[in-house]
C-alpha cells in the first residue's frame, strides 16, 4: 500500500492529503455532490515531476488513480475510493504571448482564469460555456464555448500539450511530436496519460454582443422555434442557444418573475457589435420578450453570464444526445416534460453549431466524433436533497426516451455521465473506437487510466476507423 512517506522520498514536492487530516472532506468533494468517494490519497501536485512520480508509485501498487483538475465532471471521474488522486488543482501558470496569439495554460485553470489572463489583449479562447468549466477535461473530450462556431472547439485550437505516461515519462504532443497522442487526446479524454499542460490558439475577441432574451414558459416553444428557424442564417460569429430553467427566487427581480419557469435564448456575438445588433433583432425582437438582456460585454464578463445558472454544491445528473433534427414535435416534447420538473434547478440546453467552424474540421483530423449532427440537447438535472434522487433521475431518462425518434446515433463525450458504459463510449467515438483503442494499447497498456469514459487497450489489428 502507498503511504506518504514513499511519495516524499520519491522527491515529491506538493501537498499530501489523506483522511485524518482535517482538510480531506474539501479536498475529496467535486461539483457532482451525489459522488462521494473516499480515496487513500490526495497529492496536490505543483508540477510534471511530482505528477510522474504519483503515477509511477500508483502503477507501481496497482492502485485506482483518478485525475483531477478542476473537479467540475459530473460523473465524478476525479475521485476515485480506496486509491490515489492526482490533483492538478494548484497547477495554474497561465502564459500569454499576444504577439503569436498563444496561450500556455496549466491544467488546474479553468476558462475563466485563462480568458481574464487574455482579456488585457482583447484575446480569448474557444472553450466554456461556463468560467468554471476546467481547461483540461473540456478540452480532452472536445471544447464547447461561446466561440465554437467563429473558431471551433478548445481541441481544435489546441496546438500541443505535456503528457505523463503511464511509465512516468515526460513527453510533448503535437502536430510534429508523438502524433498519435496528439491525435488521441483531441476527443479521447483522460485515457492516454496525465495532461499538465496546454497551448492553445487564442483570437481577437475584445468586447462581444452577449446576453439572453427571456420569454414565459408559455410562450417557450414559439421562441424556441423563432431561434431554431434564425440559426439556419447564423453566421459563424454568432453563437446561441435555447435555454429552459426556473429564474432564481430573488427579491430584487420583480416579484411574477421570481421562482418563474422561462424560456431563454442567448449567447454571444462574436463580431462588430453594430453587426450584431443587426444580426439578432429578429430574435431578440420576437415576443416581444419578457426582458432583453444583450449588451457589448468584454469577452471574459460573458463567460460568467451563465455561471449562476449550474452553481456548485447541488447533486446532479445529465443526459444527452445530438439531434438528426429539431422538430417542431421534439420542440413540444421538451417544452411539455420541462413543466413537469421535478427541481427548479434544473437546466434544459438546445444547442446548434451547423455549418461553421466546428463542422469545417475534417472528421478524421481528431479523435473527436460527430461534426455531422448540428443539433444537441443536454438536460442538466440538478437537486438539493438528496432524498430526491431517485425521482431527478427518472424524469431525466423518461425525457430522453421520449425523444427517441428524435435522436441522432451518437453522444458528446463530456456530457455522458457515469452509466453509459460500452454504449455511450460507441455513441462518442463510433468507428474511431478501434484507432484509439490501439493507440491506448500503445501508451497505457495496464489501462492505468481508467476512472474517466474508459477506452480499453486493443491490438493494432482491431484498429478500423480513424
Given amino acids: ?16 492529503i489523506q483522511s485524518e ?59 476515485c475510493n480506496d486509491g490515489v488522486v492526482v490533483d492538478l488543482s494548484h497547477m495554474k501558470a497561465i502564459t500569454v504571448d499576444p ?104 483570437h481577437a475577441a475584445g468586447t462581444v454582443l452577449a446576453g439572453i432574451v427571456l420569454h414565459p414558459a408559455g410562450a417557450a416553444a414559439g421562441a424556441i422555434r423563432r431561434w431554431r428557424d434564425l440559426e439556419a442564417e447564423a453566421p459563424d460569429e454568432s453563437t446561441l442557444g435555447a435555454l429552459l430553467f426556473h429564474m432564481p427566487d430573488d427579491p430584487s427581480l420583480p416579484p411574477p418573475m421570481r421562482g418563474a419557469p422561462v424560456a431563454g435564448l442567448g449567447g454571444v456575438y462574436a463580431g462588430p457589435v453594430e453587426e450584431g445588433e443587426k444580426i439578432l433583432r429578429r430574435l431578440r425582437e420576437y415576443g416581444p420578450p419578457l426582458v432583453d438582456k444583450f449588451a457589448p460585454t468584454p469577452y471574459n464578463d460573458a463567460q460568467r453570464m451563465a455561471d449562476f445558472l449550474w452553481p456548485p ?13 429539431l422538430d417542431d414535435a421534439a420542440i413540444d416534447i421538451v417544452v411539455d416534460r420541462f413543466a413537469h420538473v421535478p427541481s427548479r434547478h434544473t437546466v434544459i440546453v438546445l444547442e446548434n453549431y451547423g455549418n461553421s467552424a466546428w463542422s469545417r474540421v475534417p472528421e478524421s483530423a481528431t479523435a473527436f466524433g460527430h461534426r455531422n449532427w448540428p443539433w444537441n440537447i443536454v438536460v442538466t438535472s440538478a437537486w438539493s436533497d438528496a432524498k430526491d434522487s431517485e425521482r431527478n433521475i427518472a424524469w431525466t431518462r423518461e425525457l430522453l426516451d421520449a425523444l427517441g425518434p428524435y435522436r441522432a446515433p451518437g453522444a458528446y463525450v463530456n456530457y455522458l455521465g457515469g452509466d453509459e458504459g460500452f454504449a455511450g463510449l460507441q455513441a462518442a467515438y463510433g468507428t474511431k473506437l478501434g484507432r484509439l483503442g490501439a493507440i491506448k494499447a500503445q501508451y497505457d497498456p495496464t489501462n492505468l487510466f481508467r476512472l474517466n469514459q474508459n477506452i480499453a487497450p486493443a491490438p493494432p489489428a482491431d484498429a478500423p476507423g480513424g
Fill in 313 to 325: 454544491g447541488l447533486h446532479s445528473y445529465w443526459k444527452s444526445s445530438y439531434f438528426k433534427a
Fill in 21 to 79: 487530516d482535517p482538510d480531506y472532506d474539501e479536498a475529496r468533494a467535486v461539483f457532482n455532490v451525489s459522488i462521494d468517494k473516499r480515496p487513500v490519497l490526495i497529492a496536490r501536485c505543483v508540477d510534471a515531476d511530482d505528477v510522474a512520480r504519483v503515477v509511477v508509485l500508483a502503477r507501481k501498487h496497482n492502485l485506482p488513480l483518478a485525475v483531477r483538475s478542476t473537479g467540475h465532471n459530473v460523473a465524478g471521474y476525479a475521485v
Fill in 1 to 16: 500500500m502507498i503511504n506518504s512517506s514513499e511519495i516524499r522520498q520519491s522527491g515529491f514536492r506538493g501537498e499530501l
Fill in 99 to 202: 504577439s503569436a496569439r498563444t496561450v500556455r495554460a496549466e491544467s488546474g485553470c479553468n476558462w475563466g482564469e485563462v480568458n481574464d489572463a487574455l482579456q488585457p489583449y482583447g484575446l480569448a479562447a474557444t472553450g466554456g460555456f461556463v468560467s468554471i468549466t476546467g481547461v483540461a477535461g473540456l478540452t480532452l473530450g472536445g471544447g464547447l464555448g461561446w466561440l465554437v462556431r467563429k473558431h471551433g472547439l478548445a481541441l481544435d485550437n489546441l496546438l500541443g500539450a505535456e503528457v505523463v505516461l503511464a511509465d512516468g515519462r515526460r513527453v510533448k504532443a503535437s502536430s510534429h511530436e508523438n502524433e498519435d497522442l496528439f491525435w488521441a487526446i483531441r476527443g479521447g479524454g483522460g485515457n492516454f496519460g496525465v495532461v499538465t499542460s496546454f497551448e492553445f490558439k487564442v
